[in-house]
């Protein structure tokens, strides 16, 4: 195989499936430049006279600070656009938005319910869109969850068994399961078979691992899912956009996936824990307080114990999200 130049600039980041595992290889390695740089205090503002634009369509901590300091450190201008501040579904197209937006700024970052939107908006506005979340896929996380998993297992990714636990079908599900599948872990989805990522999906992961040497599985076994694994991950079990309705079924559903004490102890000794936040790890939350109240239990997706224990790794994942947009943004608008 012909070693090529990876170059990214002008690209947009939708989902990982649009992705070589060498260009994703390369936005891992980068982020870990740019955490470098900022760990050493040194400046970094490569894109000066740029600008950007944020635009939520759902709730955010991480995603939209993480863009909003990466841009700053960057050097570049940054603008924060909540639902209520555009004009964008109600009253204005996407597709009118992007050709707008693409006209004042260097690049997009949306976040937001289909993401067929955010393929419309970087189809339509002629710059970099980076996709900070939509109900299928969240592509920006899953680089900062790679570099995550790197420092921690510096001899490699490849090889490595990642189990995700309870809703599979989710954005993390789908995107975690993509993400392995190109890097050449094996991909364990831990969680009732009715929460299975589409079939199609699954098949094309299938497929990318002939390539790669990874796997991918699901059970509804936890012991033999955390058995030998080197990452436990899980996700919330109502994703935003979903209605509160589902709360009591997805309690149900899900709480014989909650990753406990007990299942880090089947996994590998060197085993870490993984979420992407914002977690239901106790009752200190006005959601996490209502659920107690109606449904009795005080902790959900993960025990407060394995949350606050020294396997997790959660900090430094969400700390990681501002590295690696900021290689993400660097790469594609250089
Ligand atoms: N993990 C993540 O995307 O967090 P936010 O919803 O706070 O952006
Ligand atoms: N599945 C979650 C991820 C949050 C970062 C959601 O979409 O709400």
């Known amino acids: 195989m012909i070693d090529m130049p990876v170059n990214l600039s002008g690209r947009s980041l939708l989902k990982l499936l649009d992705f070589t595992p060498d260009e994703i290889n390369y936005l891992i390695d980068l982020s870990q430049d740019f955490k470098n740089l900022k760990r ?13 634009v944020l635009l939520f369509q759902k709730t955010s901590t991480r995603t939209r600070c993480s863009f909003e300091v990466a841009g700053m450190d960057l050097g570049m201008g940054v603008t924060y ?19 707008v937006l693409g006209r004042f700024y260097d690049g997009i970052e949306f976040r937001g319910f289909k993401q067929s939107d955010v393929e419309e908006l ?6 970099p869109v980076w996709n900070g979340l939509t ?29 995700f636990f309870g809703d599979c079908r989710n954005n993390m599900g789908n995107s975690l399961m993509v993400t392995c599948s190109k890097l050449g872990l094996h991909f364990v989805g831990c969680g009732p078979k009715e929460l299975k990522p589409e079939a199609s999906l699954i098949e094309k992961c299938k497929e990318i691992c002939k390539e790669t ?4 599985e699901f059970t509804e076994d936890p012991q033999s899912a955390a058995t030998d694994a080197n990452v436990i991950y899980t996700d919330i079990w109502l994703s ?5 309705e589902l709360w009591e079924q997805r309690i149900k559903e899900l709480s014989p996936f909650r990753v406990t004490k007990q299942v880090m102890s089947w996994a590998s000794p060197d085993a870490i824990f993984m979420h992407c936040l914002p977690s239901f790890h106790d009752t200190n939350t006005t959601i996490g307080e209502e659920i107690a109240e109606k449904f009795g239990i005080t902790e959900m997706e993960v025990e ?31």
């Open 40 to 52: 050493t205090g040194t400046p970094h503002r490569y894109l000066e006279g740029k600008n950007i």
């Open 81 to 99: 656009l909540d639902p209520g501040s555009s004009q964008m579904g109600k009253k204005e197209s996407i597709e009118d938005t992007a050709r």
């Open 122 to 127: 970087a189809a339509k506005s002629g710059v």
């Open 135 to 163: 109900d299928e896929f969240h592509p920006t996380q899953m680089i900062a969850d790679m570099l995550t998993v790197k420092e921690n297992f510096p001899m490699g990714l490849k090889g490595l068994k990642f189990v």
């Open 213 to 216: 040497g990874g796997s991918v």
């Open 240 to 244: 935003m956009g979903e209605p509160d």
């Open 304 to 334: 407060d114990d394995v949350f606050e224990s020294t396997q997790s790794r959660v900090f430094e994942e969400a700390e990681n999200r501002m590295h690696s947009i900021k290689a993400i943004m660097y790469a594609t608008l250089r």
